[in-house]
């Protein structure tokens, strides 16, 4: 065993399903600063891990994003259903689940639900983008509980014109 000192903060729940789908658990990867203030909500930054809409490794970027997490936001990674069994709008109806999961969890996690934010990256990106242009639309949207108002949502090299990526 290797102790070693904490530098960034931080609590990881790894492993949180928020929803069950087509007979599978989906799960969210939630990082947290360490030292929770109780009478503090804090932003929330979720991110959807680019994978080419294939199984993601939700732990692909949480060394990148932690400087995030060390200034002061909550960073929930979103595990979606992935091609080539589950297609398009899937992925983004699952992101707008995971939202709603979250919201419901707020008090829980300590989320500022006046404060969320969308990223992702590749597919990760594409997938954000699709989900901020439906967001509190019927598009790509089963459910109808209210989605939280957004503040920005970040495109990290993602697709946006996917009838032009393979020229």
Known sequence: II?????????????VVYAR???????????APMRIDES?????????????WMQQNL????GNLMPIVSSGYILV????????????????????SAIRFL?????EYHIDT?????????????????????WDTEECDYERTKLPKLR???DLYGSLNCLTMND
């Open 103 to 107: 919201m419901s969890k707020a008090e």
């Open 114 to 134: 006046k404060n969320v934010f969308l990223s992702g990256d590749s597919s990760g990106g594409h997938t954000a983008m699709c989900m901020m242009a439906t």
């Open 21 to 31: 789908k087509d007979g599978i658990d989906l799960h969210l990867r939630i990082v």
């Open 77 to 96: 990674i979103v595990e979606y259903r992935y091609a080539p069994q589950y297609r398009f709008p899937c992925q983004v109806e699952d992101g707008k």
């Open 40 to 52: 503090i909500q804090y932003p929330v930054l979720v991110h959807i891990q680019g994978s080419a």
């Open 152 to 154: 920005g949502c970040i």
């Open 3 to 15: 102790h070693g000192y904490d530098r960034i903060g931080i609590k990881c729940y790894p492993d």
């Open 59 to 62: 732990n692909a970027n949480i």
